[in-house]
C-alpha cells in the first residue's frame, strides 16, 4: 500500500511538473511574441515617420539642414558676445590669427593637453574621441596679439559637446566651453 502511495504521488508530482513547464513554456512564448509584435510596431512606426531622403541621414548625427540650423544661431550669438565668426565651409581650410589652418591643424590640437583626440569628422560619426562637425572662428582685435575664439562642435561618444580653443602661442589645446547658452543650442540643434 505505501508503495502505491508513494507511486501515485510521484506520477501526481510529475503530472504538476509538466503542466508547470508547459505554462512556462508558453508564458515564454507569449512575452517572445508581445516583444517581437512591440518590436515590429516600433519598427513600423520609425519607418512611418521617416522619409525616403530622411532614411539616408540615419547612420549619421550630424547633416546639412542641422549645419545651416548652426550657422543660422552663431549669425545670431556671435553679435551678442561682441564677436563675429568665420565658419569652416567644408571645402577651404579655416585660417586662424595664430597661423593655424583648419581643419588640418585639428592633427596638432590637444584636448586638455592630450593629442590625437579631436579630428574633422563631418557626419559626427568617425574614428576620433571628439568627432568634429563644425569649426567657427572669431579673430579678436584688441591686445595681445594674435588671439583668437575657435570653435569645435564636435560628438563625443555620440553626444554633442562644444570645445574652445583660445591658445595664442604653443600647442593649440582645447577644452570644453563653459558657454552654457552654446553648449545648450548646439545640443538642441544636434538631437533634432
Request: glycine fraction near 8%.
Amino acid at each position: 500500500m505505501k508503495k502505491l502511495i508513494g507511486v501515485l504521488a510521484i506520477a501526481g508530482l510529475s503530472v504538476a511538473l509538466v503542466g508547470c513547464g508547459n505554462q512556462n513554456t508558453q508564458s515564454s512564448s507569449n512575452t517572445t511574441k508581445t516583444n517581437s509584435e512591440a518590436s515590429s510596431n516600433q519598427n513600423t512606426t520609425t519607418t512611418n515617420n521617416t522619409s525616403s531622403s530622411e532614411s539616408h541621414h540615419d547612420s549619421s548625427l550630424w547633416n546639412n539642414q542641422k549645419n545651416e540650423q548652426l550657422a543660422s544661431f552663431m549669425q545670431k550669438w556671435g553679435p551678442t558676445m561682441h564677436q563675429s565668426y568665420e565658419q569652416y565651409d567644408g571645402q577651404n581650410e579655416l585660417k586662424v590669427s595664430t597661423g593655424i589652418t583648419y581643419p588640418d591643424g585639428l592633427s596638432k590640437e590637444l584636448v586638455e593637453g592630450q593629442s590625437g583626440l579631436i579630428g574633422w569628422a563631418p557626419s559626427g560619426k568617425g574614428d576620433y574621441e571628439y568627432n568634429v562637425v563644425a569649426i567657427y572662428n572669431h579673430d579678436g582685435t584688441e591686445p595681445p596679439l594674435p588671439n583668437r575664439i575657435t570653435y569645435f562642435f564636435a560628438f563625443h561618444n555620440g553626444k554633442p559637446v562644444v570645445l574652445v580653443d583660445q591658445s595664442n602661442n604653443g600647442d593649440p589645446d582645447c577644452h570644453p566651453t563653459t558657454n552654457t547658452d552654446l553648449e545648450s543650442n548646439f545640443e538642441r540643434i544636434a538631437n533634432q
